[in-house]
């Protein structure tokens, strides 16, 4: 592999391989046709995604010096089984319709038993079977990495970076449910959940685990880079992700318009919003957001509030500094330079995404 290529390409069908290589070892254990569901299920879900956590894993490995390694690619794939598991769990959280331009997992289950005639409550159905199979893929997660070839040595000083990820996945998950509860939410509280629930386990510490497992150790440059660099991509992400919610394009985001607003995510740019709205624009934002039967005419109110009160610019600014900071910060690491090239394409790719 090169790093002239893009670099999200590069990885993907070493992941996707992987992946699929580790499912069809699990079909023995689902046979049984009542079980059968879940496993077409996971398989459904896998099949999409842009594999940005396994490319950070994998670019970190080479910046470190490891070479083309299968069980690399494998330890980086089972971070999206990791993803997909979160995934699931906070469609149920969020109520959320759709994922990937199809219904979310939770909805799948619950017109499986309404069409079936099943007795019992079909959305409770569809909530306990979706929370089962996000259960059964953070476990497949755990597995995967287990088993993926690396030896004992790379893998036990990367442990701990791995347990840490996954407890900060979790604390962001409760953040963000909190953030909602709360209802009023600040500029810093805003951050503090996209830092967690998604800054750290998308970027940082993806970055961190293939750097420690070529490394074999967690140096202090690895510390600085993860932090200096890896926060710096993962909340900008995010940002983007914030953005994409309210004004993305159903066709590329796979999500309805404005399905953000509905769901009433406290997001950065709704924190950004309301720190600098009008009286009556702050009314129209509180009023509006989190209906879930907001219309085109209510997404388009809240779109206008934002855009009005230099939101939506404030943001992409941020974005910007943050992307510039990470890029200045990667030009200074000691790391190998094709695997400079590739994370600075890796930064500008998850920033500028239209998806």
Not at 158 to 187: I, K, R
Not at 282 to 287: H, L, P
Not at 317 to 336: G, T
Request: hydrophobic share 45%; with cysteine.
């Amino acid at each position: 592999m090169t790093a002239s290529a893009a670099p999200f390409d590069l990885i993907r069908p070493e992941v996707d391989r992987s992946l699929r290589m580790f499912v069809d070892r699990q079909r023995p254990l689902f046979t049984d046709p009542q079980l059968a569901v879940l496993l077409s299920t996971a398989e459904d879900f896998l099949a999409g995604g842009k594999r940005l956590r396994p490319a950070f894993c994998y670019w970190g490995w080479r910046a470190a010096g490891g070479g083309d390694d299968p069980a690399l690619h494998a330890a980086a794939a089972s971070l999206e089984l990791l993803q997909a598991s979160a995934l699931i769990h906070d469609d149920v959280m969020d109520s959320s319709d759709v994922r990937r331009g199809m219904p979310a997992v939770h909805r799948k289950f619950e017109q499986m038993h309404r069409q079936a005639g099943w007795h019992g409550s079909a959305k409770q159905f569809g909530e306990g079977a979706a929370v089962l199979l996000g259960n059964l893929l953070l476990i497949w997660a755990g597995e995967m990495w287990r088993n993926s070839g690396l030896g004992p040595e790379a893998l036990a000083a990367a442990q701990p970076v791995h347990e840490h990820m996954l407890t900060e996945l979790m604390s962001g998950q409760y953040l963000d449910l909190l953030e909602q509860a709360q209802g009023e939410s600040t500029l810093d509280g805003a951050l503090r959940v996209a830092l967690y629930k998604s800054g750290k386990y998308s970027v940082e510490q993806p970055l961190r685990l293939g750097l420690v497992l070529a490394a074999r150790a967690q140096h202090p440059w690895i510390d600085k880079l993860c932090v200096q660099y890896g926060q710096q991509v993962g909340i900008a992400f995010q940002l983007r992700d914030d953005i994409l919610g309210v004004f993305g394009d159903p066709a590329e985001t796979g999500k309805p318009a404005g399905d953000d607003l509905r769901e009433g995510k406290r997001t950065i740019l709704i924190a950004r919003t309301l720190s600098v709205a009008s009286p009556a624009q702050a009314e129209v934002v509180r009023t509006l957001l989190g209906d879930p039967l907001l219309d085109a005419d209510g997404v388009e109110r809240l779109r206008s509030v934002i855009l009005d009160t230099g939101a939506l610019s404030a943001c992409e600014e941020m974005i910007k500094r943050f992307l510039d900071d990470a890029l200045h910060a990667l030009e200074h690491a000691p790391i190998d330079e094709s695997a400079r090239t590739a994370l600075a394409a890796l930064a500008v790719a998850a920033t500028s995404r239209r998806t």
